[in-house]
């Protein structure tokens, strides 16, 4: 598989995972006041699943950039 391959099946597995993670604190807004004290855990925890995937996500149009302009 190449790296553009191996890159894009990451991207499908951390937006997977942004998605259970906007879910969680969608979920946990719902509930409030219930576990107000895990608020920041889970933002937290959302935050970092999408700056992840956003640097995967540049990284991906970059390398597709490099390759159209290598030809």
Partial sequence: MSDIETLKAEIKKLSAKATQAKMDLHDLS???PV????IMSV???AHAAF???ESKRQYLEALDKRN???G
């Fill in 30 to 32: 719902e509930e409030l």
């Fill in 43 to 45: 933002a937290q925890k």
């Fill in 51 to 53: 700056s992840e995937l």
């Fill in 35 to 38: 576990n107000w004290s895990s």
């Fill in 68 to 70: 159209i302009a290598d």
